[in-house]
């Protein structure tokens, strides 16, 4: 099976914004994001706890430590509230080069009528960009 080429800074977006739902640990992550992906995206504990450790470090996240728990919690801070919406903007500007790049994609492929999904799906993205 393939495996995703995650761009950067989506896994530090993905962090903050699970850690303002709900106390997250990096196994729930690992697990969320590989089922959401249907596996082709497995983050390395490694990468979550150096991002967390940063994010941490930066004030973004405060990890609690919960009796009989056997991995720590993050949540995000008010600081860390700001850097997400600044992360969020971004991600949204990253989504609409993608949307732009699959429309080139089907364009190339010959499939007009994936191809004009995607620039009406590109017309949206842009009319909410400021959201």
């Given at each position: 099976?393939?495996?995703?080429?995650?761009p950067?800074?989506?896994?530090?977006?993905?962090?903050?914004?699970?850690?303002?739902?709900?106390?997250?640990?990096?196994?729930t992550?690992?697990?969320?994001?590989?089922?959401?992906?249907?596996?082709?995206?497995?983050?390395?504990?490694?990468?979550?706890?150096?991002?967390?450790?940063?994010?941490?470090?930066?004030?973004?996240?405060?990890?609690?430590?919960?009796?009989n728990?056997?991995?720590?919690?993050y949540?995000?801070t008010?600081?860390?509230k700001?850097?997400?919406?600044?992360?969020?903007?971004?991600?949204?500007?990253?989504?609409?080069?993608?949307?732009?790049i699959?429309?080139v994609?089907?364009?190339?492929?010959?499939?007009?009528?994936?191809?004009a999904?995607?620039?009406?799906?590109?017309?949206t993205?842009?009319?909410?960009?400021?959201?």
């Amino acid at each position: 099976m393939a495996t995703l080429n995650v761009p950067t800074g989506l896994l530090k977006t993905i962090i903050l914004k699970e850690a303002s739902r709900a106390p997250l640990s990096a196994v729930t992550l690992i697990k969320n994001l590989s089922e959401k992906t249907g596996g082709m995206w497995q983050p390395s504990p490694g990468s979550i706890y150096y991002i967390t450790n940063e994010l941490e470090s930066k004030n973004y996240l405060k990890k609690l430590i919960i009796e009989n728990e056997r991995y720590p919690k993050y949540i995000i801070t008010p600081r860390g509230k700001e850097e997400l919406e600044n992360l969020m903007r971004g991600a949204k500007k990253d989504l609409l080069k993608m949307v732009k790049i699959l429309q080139v994609y089907f364009d190339t492929l010959e499939n007009k009528n994936l191809s004009a999904q995607l620039g009406a799906l590109f017309a949206t993205l842009q009319t909410i960009q400021g959201d």
